[in-house]
Nanobody, 121 residues
Framework: QVQLVESGGGLVQPGGSLRLSCVAS????????MGWYRQAPGKERELVAE???????KYADSVKGRFSISRDNAKNTGFLQMNSLKPEDTAVYYC???????????????WGKGTLVTVSS
């Protein structure tokens, strides 16, 4: 059974930084895209950043220049470095990944349970 587990959330002051991690575990053949989404209270879940297996990245306009997504393919781990945090970045951040379980299998989509990021003074 595949699991995605996020860590690194917490309380930070405006202007501060946090680094989120997402570890994928289980019988994994390979991981295609990995992404981070967030959901603030009363709002819909939105894409924050995404990275392909080849390292191509995509960011929401609201985080460009402040957030950076990366991954360690050998460790099935993804990261989201968040700098210059603003109160409006407060949300539960979820890891998402398209995972291939065996050589001939099609990718399946998985979600983590989320980690809370609170930006407040």
């Amino acid at each position: 059974q595949v699991q995605l587990v996020e860590s690194g959330g917490g309380l930070v002051q405006p202007g501060g930084s946090l680094r989120l991690s997402c570890v994928a575990s289980g019988r994994i053949f390979s991981i295609n895209s990995m992404g981070w989404y967030r959901q603030a209270p009363g709002k819909e879940r939105e894409l924050v950043a995404e990275i392909t297996s080849g390292g191509s990245t995509k960011y929401a306009d609201s985080v460009k220049g402040r957030f950076s997504i990366s991954r360690d393919n050998a460790k099935n781990t993804g990261f989201l470095q968040m700098n210059s945090l603003k109160p409006e970045d407060t949300a539960v951040y979820y890891c998402n990944a398209d995972i291939i379980l065996s050589m001939l299998a099609v990718p399946m989509n998985y979600w983590g349970k989320g980690t809370l990021v609170t930006v407040s003074s």
